[in-house]
Nanobody, 119 residues
Protein backbone atom coordinates (compact mmCIF):
# COMPACT_ATOMS: atom_id res chain seq x y z
CA UNK A 1 0.00 0.00 0.00
CA UNK A 2 1.56 3.24 -1.18
CA UNK A 3 1.97 5.70 1.66
CA UNK A 4 3.81 8.45 -0.17
CA UNK A 5 4.20 9.05 -3.90
CA UNK A 6 6.55 11.54 -5.54
CA UNK A 7 6.08 13.33 -8.83
CA UNK A 8 7.50 16.27 -10.73
CA UNK A 9 10.96 15.10 -11.69
CA UNK A 10 12.41 15.51 -15.16
CA UNK A 11 15.16 16.97 -17.28
CA UNK A 12 16.04 20.62 -16.77
CA UNK A 13 18.87 22.86 -17.87
CA UNK A 14 21.30 24.34 -15.37
CA UNK A 15 19.76 27.40 -13.76
CA UNK A 16 16.27 26.06 -14.28
CA UNK A 17 13.57 25.18 -11.78
CA UNK A 18 11.42 22.21 -10.87
CA UNK A 19 8.81 21.59 -8.22
CA UNK A 20 8.57 18.13 -6.73
CA UNK A 21 5.37 16.96 -5.11
CA UNK A 22 4.70 14.20 -2.62
CA UNK A 23 1.18 12.95 -2.04
CA UNK A 24 -0.14 10.89 0.86
CA UNK A 25 -3.69 10.18 -0.28
CA UNK A 26 -4.25 7.18 1.98
CA UNK A 27 -3.15 8.95 5.15
CA UNK A 28 -5.70 10.22 7.61
CA UNK A 29 -5.50 14.00 7.77
CA UNK A 30 -4.72 14.16 11.49
CA UNK A 31 -1.91 11.64 11.06
CA UNK A 32 -0.47 13.56 8.12
CA UNK A 33 -0.57 16.81 10.06
CA UNK A 34 1.34 15.27 12.93
CA UNK A 35 3.98 13.68 10.68
CA UNK A 36 7.50 14.87 10.11
CA UNK A 37 8.38 14.84 6.43
CA UNK A 38 11.43 15.25 4.28
CA UNK A 39 13.17 15.01 0.94
CA UNK A 40 16.27 12.92 0.38
CA UNK A 41 18.24 12.32 -2.78
CA UNK A 42 20.65 9.76 -4.12
CA UNK A 43 23.01 10.59 -6.94
CA UNK A 44 24.63 7.85 -9.04
CA UNK A 45 27.41 6.18 -7.10
CA UNK A 46 26.69 8.14 -3.93
CA UNK A 47 24.90 7.54 -0.68
CA UNK A 48 21.43 8.85 -0.03
CA UNK A 49 21.52 12.26 1.62
CA UNK A 50 19.08 14.61 3.29
CA UNK A 51 17.96 17.54 1.17
CA UNK A 52 15.42 19.16 3.48
CA UNK A 53 12.97 18.22 6.18
CA UNK A 54 10.07 19.80 8.00
CA UNK A 55 8.69 18.77 11.34
CA UNK A 56 5.03 18.65 12.25
CA UNK A 57 5.59 21.96 14.04
CA UNK A 58 7.02 23.56 10.94
CA UNK A 59 10.69 23.53 11.85
CA UNK A 60 12.70 23.33 8.63
CA UNK A 61 16.21 22.13 7.97
CA UNK A 62 18.17 22.27 4.71
CA UNK A 63 21.37 20.69 3.53
CA UNK A 64 24.04 23.34 3.09
CA UNK A 65 24.30 22.54 -0.60
CA UNK A 66 20.70 23.60 -1.29
CA UNK A 67 20.22 26.50 1.12
CA UNK A 68 18.93 29.57 -0.67
CA UNK A 69 17.92 27.55 -3.76
CA UNK A 70 15.41 24.96 -2.53
CA UNK A 71 12.25 25.49 -0.48
CA UNK A 72 10.34 22.75 1.31
CA UNK A 73 6.69 23.24 2.16
CA UNK A 74 3.92 21.10 3.63
CA UNK A 75 0.26 21.66 2.89
CA UNK A 76 -1.62 19.73 5.52
CA UNK A 77 -5.16 20.28 4.20
CA UNK A 78 -4.16 18.70 0.89
CA UNK A 79 -1.84 16.11 2.46
CA UNK A 80 0.97 17.26 0.21
CA UNK A 81 4.67 17.96 0.55
CA UNK A 82 6.57 20.06 -1.97
CA UNK A 83 10.14 20.87 -2.86
CA UNK A 84 10.64 23.96 -4.98
CA UNK A 85 14.06 23.75 -6.59
CA UNK A 86 15.51 26.86 -8.22
CA UNK A 87 18.85 27.60 -9.84
CA UNK A 88 19.44 23.91 -10.36
CA UNK A 89 22.97 22.67 -10.87
CA UNK A 90 24.30 19.50 -12.53
CA UNK A 91 25.28 18.24 -9.08
CA UNK A 92 21.60 18.26 -8.10
CA UNK A 93 21.06 15.37 -10.49
CA UNK A 94 19.70 12.48 -8.43
CA UNK A 95 16.67 10.43 -7.58
CA UNK A 96 14.64 12.37 -5.03
CA UNK A 97 12.69 10.57 -2.33
CA UNK A 98 9.91 11.73 -0.07
CA UNK A 99 9.63 10.45 3.48
CA UNK A 100 6.89 10.64 6.05
CA UNK A 101 7.33 9.67 9.67
CA UNK A 102 4.67 9.28 12.29
CA UNK A 103 5.57 9.29 15.96
CA UNK A 104 6.67 5.84 17.11
CA UNK A 105 6.69 4.31 13.64
CA UNK A 106 9.36 3.77 10.99
CA UNK A 107 9.50 6.24 8.14
CA UNK A 108 7.65 5.60 4.91
CA UNK A 109 9.61 6.11 1.69
CA UNK A 110 8.36 6.74 -1.80
CA UNK A 111 9.66 5.16 -4.97
CA UNK A 112 11.52 8.29 -5.97
CA UNK A 113 11.42 10.73 -8.85
CA UNK A 114 14.41 11.35 -11.07
CA UNK A 115 15.83 14.83 -11.57
CA UNK A 116 18.43 15.38 -14.26
CA UNK A 117 20.14 18.74 -14.63
CA UNK A 118 21.98 18.93 -17.91
CA UNK A 119 22.43 21.14 -20.92
Amino acid sequence: QVQVAESGGGLVQPGGSLRLSCASPRTILSVFTSSDMGWYRQAPGKERELVANITSRGIINYADSVKGRFTISKQNNRKMLYLQMNNLRPEDTAVYYCTRKETGAPAYWGQGTRVTVSS
